[in-house]
């Protein structure tokens, strides 16, 4: 699935990728307004919108693929809490990666900056 697309755990674990997936978390969360007002409103020119429903687009599969390469890379629990994660990202829409960022990835050990020091070490 991910043979050759390669991103380095010192990218996943950074300081600038969490500011990156937070970012892109909150432009995941923000798409329902701004499709729910992107169909009701017709005070906003048609630029505008399409511009911000771009940029929402952008922050889900953004957060989407990263969330996924994390829980199938870097992701220490049981095979099994995988898998259900991996589906879930593949069959729900949106709700599954605003869950897995916010109490997986953000919690993960991974994101330590004892683990980040000496994954740092390993990979030289």
Not at 14 to 21: F, K, L, N
Not at 102 to 114: D, E, G, I, Q
Request: net charge positive.
């Amino acid at each position: 699935m991910f043979a050759n697309f390669v991103i380095t755990r010192d990218w996943m674990v950074s300081r600038t990728a969490q500011r990156v997936y937070g970012a892109a978390c909150l432009g995941s969360i923000a798409f329902v307004p701004i499709f729910v007002v992107a169909t009701v409103s017709t005070l906003l020119p048609d630029w505008l919108v399409s511009v911000a429903l771009l940029a929402a687009c952008l922050s889900i599969s953004t957060l989407t693929y990263a969330m996924l390469y994390f829980a199938y890379r870097y992701d220490s629990g049981s095979s099994t809490r995988r898998a259900l994660w991996i589906a879930s990202f593949l069959l729900l829409p949106l709700v599954p990666h605003l869950i897995y960022y916010w109490f997986v990835y953000r919690r993960s050990p991974a994101l330590s900056p004892t683990e980040i020091a000496v994954g740092a070490d390993v990979g030289r």
